[in-house]
């Protein structure tokens, strides 16, 4: 079945750090995707995704790109801020010529940054 | 914020128990999947309805069920709950189709706590 793993956390940065969050999944076909972010208090939201091999997706600073070769997605931003810290999470939908797939996604178990001023 | 909204917020029950969770999905939105999210985990994939059927099923039990109405609204239903079933259930709301079809809505979810 489809799995996805993220790197143990949590993570403490400071300010304007750079910051690595890897993801590598298993999965069949070719699947999507998906970063997702659960600020403190709120509801989990797409941060950024990819639907192909070597496809980068972007959002607020934050990029990923879609390695086949290495089964890997890491999330990474050049400078973080305090306001980025939360809960990051790894995702995958399955392949499907349909939209419904994007609602059946596998996550991962997520990583908690922290970044202090 | 999201027009996905849950209900009850939180929930305390007994094992064995049945409960009924509630899901509006965002206006214009057919297509409702729900997650389970134990704590310190990522969310699960329990199943998705796509106009007004089932669509998709993860590893759950069949004591795990659900409906969703013409309005596009959806239920979730546990029966005999047990121990492990104390978690934060989540539903997300889709458009598949449209201009926003592969982005998920979440709502903030509903506490459930079995004792």
């Known amino acids: 079945g489809n799995s996805v793993t993220q790197m143990e956390g949590p993570v403490t940065l400071s300010e304007e750090a750079f910051l690595t969050i890897n993801c590598t999944y298993t999965?069949?076909?070719?699947?999507?995707l998906f970063w997702y972010v659960q600020y403190p208090g709120e509801g989990l939201q797409l941060l950024l995704k990819a639907t192909k091999a070597d496809d980068k997706g972007s959002n607020k600073g934050f990029e990923a790109t879609y390695r086949k070769e290495t089964t890997s997605f890491h999330l990474e931003k050049g400078s973080v801020q305090v306001s980025d810290s939360a809960v990051y999470f790894c995702a995958l939908a399955p392949h499907n010529a349909g939209g419904t797939s994007y609602g059946k996604l596998t996550f991962g178990q997520g990583t908690i940054l922290t970044v202090h001023p | 914020e999201t027009g996905v909204t849950q209900s009850p917020t939180h929930l305390i029950k007994t094992r064995g128990q049945q409960v009924t969770l509630r899901c509006s999905s965002q206006?214009?939105?057919?297509?409702v999947s729900w997650y389970q999210q134990a704590l310190g985990q990522g969310p699960q994939f329990i199943f998705q309805y796509y106009r007004e059927e089932e669509n998709g099923r993860g590893n759950f039990p069949p004591r795990f069920s659900g409906l969703q109405f013409p309005n596009y609204s959806s239920e979730l239903n546990v029966n005999a709950l047990e121990l492990d079933d104390s978690a934060l259930y989540l539903c997300?709301?889709?458009?598949?189709?449209?201009?926003?079809?592969?982005?998920?809505?979440f709502g903030s979810g509903t506490q459930l706590s079995v004792l």
């Open positions: 999965a069949t076909g070719y699947p999507s």
């Open positions: 206006s214009g939105h057919n297509t």
């Open positions: 997300a709301s889709s458009s598949p189709g449209t201009g926003t079809g592969e982005k998920l809505f």
